[in-house]
């Protein structure tokens, strides 16, 4: 039953009070949310304060929301940092972690489970384990006025321009110019289930 027909229903049974109300609600319910991240935004602003001090600087009307971490490591460059700009959103999920630097331009947004990392695992020691070899690091710039789809993956040496939509599930290891729309262009293959008789 879609939102329209739910109404209808309420209308019908409660009249237009009934619908004002359930409205009211829906708006209440909202409000609520927004209070509750705005709260959790401070909280983690406050942590990764006292855990990373300077190394990590706020624009004004930051916002994220449940499930938002940072991480910097301490084998990384010395300058490690990250630069986050005026009115940037981080959806439920998302992570950032740092081994050299990392900014991100104003009003850019994040959707659920975004993963930014400026760091890659060395692997190509033959007689070292992987976790053993070390990492390699480049910068990565995300431009202003940014949207960043779900799922998204951006790795290190990526430069955003400005402007920019990347799509859901995007794993984006290259540098892209300003007013770009990228998108993964996988596409699925749906078969009909032949059912056998037992």
Not at 40 to 66: D, P
Not at 176 to 181: A, F, Q, R, T
Request: net charge positive; with cysteine.
């Amino acid at each position: 039953m879609s939102k329209i027909q739910k109404l209808i229903k309420i209308a019908n049974s409660e009249g237009i009070s009934g619908v004002t109300n359930k409205i009211r609600a829906k708006a209440e319910n909202y409000r609520l949310e927004k209070i509750v991240d705005r709260l959790g935004t401070r909280i983690r602003k406050f942590y990764t304060k006292i855990c990373y001090g300077k190394r990590i600087s706020y624009g004004k009307n930051f916002v994220s929301r449940a499930g938002f971490a940072i991480r910097f490591n301490n084998t990384g460059t010395k300058r490690r940092y990250i630069k986050i700009g005026d009115g940037v959103f981080f959806n439920r999920h998302c992570s950032i972690t740092c081994f050299d630097s990392i900014e991100i331009g104003n009003n850019t947004i994040f959707g659920e489970n975004v993963r930014i990392f400026d760091h890659n695992h060395r692997f190509n020691l033959a007689d070292i384990p992987v976790y053993g070899q070390g990492y390699t690091y480049e910068p990565v710039k995300i431009g202003n006025n940014c949207w960043i789809g779900s799922n998204v993956v951006i790795l290190k040496g990526v430069t955003i321009g400005d402007n920019c939509v990347i799509g859901a599930g995007v794993v984006l290891n290259q540098s892209i110019e300003s007013n770009s729309l990228v998108t993964a262009e996988n596409r699925i293959k749906i078969n009909k289930i032949r059912h056998k008789k037992v």
